[in-house]
Each structure stands twice: as structure tokens, then as C-alpha cells.
């Protein structure tokens, strides 16, 4: 008679699905309660598994929540919209790329980045701290968008090369999608539309 024990699939899944659990738990669970209103236990309990092995995979709920933000803050389709950016030569495309990439991001990442950090955010230091830096890249690459529609000499006569990132930030900025489309309910094709003509308008000579 075979003597070995029998493992269930939730008890002999590698450490990469353990941490896919707590983090898709976690998800749910931030949604539908709130980041203050969810315990690391109950995390652990509705991924099937016990709190020390939560902390061990992924860490604290400041962890936790942080890792959930990582992938909307390192999304490679960024990297791959600004190389378009700057490989285009007309202004117009040059805005209405920026403005399909800036919507593609915020559509992929809508439930948590609007239905959690831009509702209720959490005070934690260290969801902070990754907040901070997203904002900061966010800056950094619209400043990149901006330098390109300036060497492209396409600016209004009365738009400053030094204002060409203020008025890309007040049109493509994450306030414009959290107001468009989450305090308004546009549908993102229609903000996606209304940005990049709003923001053409703004800056080029002609639109």
C-alpha cells in the first residue's frame, strides 16, 4: 500500500501561485472593503493559507497593497508609447499617442488606481512612497512629450516652450481621466478624444 500522504494543489503550489493568491484576494477584497477595512488575516484566510506564510511571500499590508500598484507604475506599454513619441515627426501624432497611451494605461489599471488610490487613498508612508514615484515618472515622461513637440517647431506663437509640459499635465494628466471618466462616466473613447483634440487645440498651430 502506497503510504505516502497526499498534498491538496493548494498546499503543493509553488511560492509564485501563493503570492498570485494573496495578491488576487487582496485585490478583491481592498475593493470591495476599502484598504482600512481589510486585516492581513482575512487576506490570508481568503487565499486558503495562514498569515505567516502572507508575510513571508509578500510582506505587511503596506507591502501587499504596494505590489499591486507595481505593475501600473512599471507598465512596459509606457516605454513602448514614448518610443512612438519620439520617433514621430508630426505634432498632432504626436499628442494623440500620448493621449492613447496615457488612456491604455489608466483603462488596464482603472479598478484599483481610480476604485481604491484616487477614492480612498491609503496614508501608509511606504504606498506613499511608490504613489510619489509613479507621479514622478508620470511627470518625467510627459516632460519627454513635451521636448519632442518643441524640436518639432509645431507650438502655438503664444504657447511658451516652458508651458508646453503644464499644458500637457492639465489635459493628459491622471486628474483628466479621474474626472472624465470616473467622476463624469465618459466611456474612455470619448475622453481619449476629447483630451487629445482639447490638448491639440491648446498647443499646435494647426489641429
Avoid at 511606504?126 to 510627459?142: E, F, I, K, S, T
Avoid at 506663437?157 to 471618466?181: I, N, R
Wanted: charged share 20%.
Amino acid at each position: 500500500m502506497n503510504s505516502r500522504k497526499y498534498h491538496s494543489p493548494r498546499r503543493t503550489h509553488s511560492a509564485a501561485a501563493t503570492r498570485e493568491a494573496i495578491l488576487g484576494n487582496a485585490h478583491a477584497l481592498f475593493l470591495e472593503r476599502g484598504y482600512a477595512g481589510v486585516t492581513v488575516g482575512e487576506i490570508a484566510e481568503a487565499a486558503n493559507i495562514a498569515v505567516p506564510t502572507v508575510y513571508a511571500s509578500v510582506g505587511n499590508k503596506p507591502s501587499i497593497l504596494t505590489a499591486l500598484l507595481e505593475p501600473a507604475i512599471s507598465d512596459p506599454a509606457i516605454a513602448r508609447n514614448l518610443a512612438a513619441v519620439e520617433a514621430s515627426d508630426d505634432p498632432r501624432s504626436v499628442i494623440e499617442l500620448t493621449a492613447e497611451g496615457t488612456r491604455q494605461t489608466h483603462e488596464r489599471h482603472w479598478d484599483l488606481v481610480y476604485g481604491l488610490f484616487y477614492r480612498n487613498p491609503p496614508g501608509e508612508p511606504a504606498v506613499q512612497a511608490v504613489l510619489n514615484r509613479g507621479a514622478d515618472d508620470y511627470v518625467q515622461a510627459l516632460t519627454r512629450v513635451a521636448a519632442r513637440l518643441v524640436a518639432l517647431d509645431g507650438l502655438r506663437t503664444d504657447v511658451p516652450p516652458s508651458e508646453v509640459l503644464d499644458v500637457l499635465f492639465f489635459y493628459l494628466g491622471p486628474h483628466a481621466w479621474m474626472t472624465l471618466v470616473g467622476e463624469r462616466a465618459w466611456s474612455f473613447d470619448r475622453a481619449e478624444a476629447w483630451i487629445a483634440q482639447s490638448a491639440c487645440q491648446a498647443l499646435l498651430k494647426t489641429c
